[in-house]
């Protein structure tokens, strides 16, 4: 019985690499880029960025188990010199009987790429995660009647941690950027599972990311950017999105603010639609909806993601003193 408990584990957890979603899967990833690029903390000078994001994947579909993903993160630029970058991430998966809660710290580096005062920057930036995977095999049901009462193995956790990279160039207009996530590639292991097989350990995969954008200016309150998605997983197809958002601005008196729609597509998966607002106050607000390309059609009405950011404006010289005057 242990053994169809641990190869039920390790399936699961299969599922979950060959869907690309040991790593959280974003519709409006250029609404959150810090939760895919750990260069991307503290791109804005002018800003404590705060964003709060919570995604339903294939929503009416699984009885009740389809993957849900919580995150919460800031970051901030730090130095009189604008070129350190702080921030931390807290977030939350699950899916089906598994689970991952984990926190993320991050540090970037940002180089002026035409002298000091530059808009054009590089940033080089390296995280560490640390992370709980937790399986209730309560949650799951057995091909032979069996169930797992009484058994040490109804309820397992392994913690962990990784690393990750990215790089990020930057602009007034445009954005590229790549990123490699779990590169150490960490085991999870299940020790209180006792079973006549080796597979006692599951290991993260290493995911890559590479991506870009351009805003185009079609007149003083029209803006319309394009972006691409390139996501790659080891022994996973290759997937990437598309998506394009026009942006109409608002301007009063001193007041600016922007009311956006995109529209998106992912690979074999889905086709999105996003609606947002991004106030003068720094409050910003989106929602974007999935509809399903797949075969889970047959089973699920489409995702749900909502976002909503405050953005802290700071003072001349908040954050601005040693250590971090580099």
């Known amino acids: 019985m242990k053994k169809i408990l641990l190869t039920v584990c390790i399936i699961v957890l299969g599922c979950l690499q060959a869907d690309a979603q040991q790593i959280h899967q974003l519709t409006q990833y250029t609404l959150n880029n810090f939760a895919f690029n750990p260069a991307i903390v503290g791109s804005d000078v002018n800003h404590i960025v705060t964003k709060a994001s919570f995604r339903r994947q294939w929503a009416g579909g699984f009885d009740g188990q ?10 901030a630029n730090f130095g009189e010199k604008k070129k350190v970058g702080l921030g931390a991430m807290i977030f939350a998966d699950k899916t089906g009987p598994t689970s991952r809660v984990g926190i993320n710290a991050a540090y970037a580096y940002h180089i002026p790429l035409n002298g000091y005062g530059s808009k054009d920057h590089l940033s080089l930036g390296i995280s560490g995660t640390l992370m709980q995977y937790a399986i209730d095999f309560n949650e799951l049901i057995f091909i032979d009647g069996g169930d797992v ?38 085991q999870l292991t299940f020790d209180d599972i006792s079973v006549d097989i080796d597979e006692e350990t599951v290991k993260l995969s290493r995911h890559y990311y590479l991506g870009g954008g351009y805003q185009f200016k079609l007149d003083e309150k029209i803006r319309l950017e394009p972006s691409a998605l390139l996501k790659y997983v080891a022994a996973v197809p290759l997937s990437f999105e598309l998506n394009v958002k026009a942006s109409y601005i608002r301007k009063q008196n001193s007041f ?3 009311y956006f729609v995109g529209l998106g597509y ?3 998966d889905a086709f999105s ?3 947002g607002v991004d106030l003068d106050n720094g409050l910003n607000v989106a929602y974007s909806y999935d509809l399903i390309s797949s075969n889970i059609q047959k089973v699920s009405n489409g995702s749900h993601e909502i976002s909503i950011g405050y953005d802290i404006y700071r003072e001349k010289d908040l954050l601005r003193a040693k250590p971090f005057d580099f």
């Open 273 to 275: 639609i996003l609606f």
């Open 266 to 268: 992912r690979y074999q």
């Open 149 to 186: 009462a009484g058994m040490d193995a109804a309820n397992q956790r392994s913690i962990t941690g990784d690393i990750n990279f990215g790089a990020y160039a930057y602009g007034k207009r445009y954005w590229a950027g790549f990123s490699a996530l779990q590169l150490v590639q960490s």
């Open 66 to 75: 389809e993957p849900t993903t919580l995150l919460l993160s800031a970051h």
């Open 256 to 258: 600016k603010e922007a």
